[in-house]
């Protein structure tokens, strides 16, 4: 098993990929909305919502979810305890079923506040085939500092 990064590892200013792209099918946001958010643009195509939106469109907390999904990745690389906080969600443009859909990830800063914990601040995108960000978002996360004893860089 590879070593996680610690907090102090995490290079500040670095983008990470956050890997292939995924795609949504009708029958995905259409079975997460009728769960989640059963608003008539996300599950019925008829629908005069849907037919503003040019077609069923995925809801927001599903993009949301889609892009957790892909900072997974890279949160699973790291000493992570927990999210913290969620901030500046902006919906830029609607996702609607095949689009191809890759995510991005800038660390902001990181803030130690004990000595075993920091707060990661970072931005992320999800964004189209088209390099179009559909979603930005500013997200913090707990990550685990190294043992004050680790002189090796705690990897």
Known sequence: MTARLRA?????????????AV????????????DWDP??????EHSPGAAR????????????ALYMRLASRVYNGWE????????????LHPVYAGMRLHGRMTVERVEHYSPTRSNVTHVGA???????????????AVVLRRDPGDEGGGR
């Open 8 to 20: 102090e590892d995490i290079p500040v200013g670095h983008t990470f990929d956050l890997g292939d």
């Open 53 to 64: 939106h040019g077609g069923v469109i995925a809801s927001g907390i599903q993009t949301m």
């Open 39 to 44: 608003q008539d643009f996300h599950v019925d």
């Open 80 to 91: 992570i305890v927990a999210g913290r906080t969620i901030r500046d969600a902006e919906f």
């Open 126 to 140: 999800l964004v189209d085939e088209d390099e179009r960000e559909v979603l930005t978002l500013r997200l913090e």
């Open 23 to 34: 795609t949504l099918t009708q029958a995905e946001i259409v079975a997460f909305a009728n």
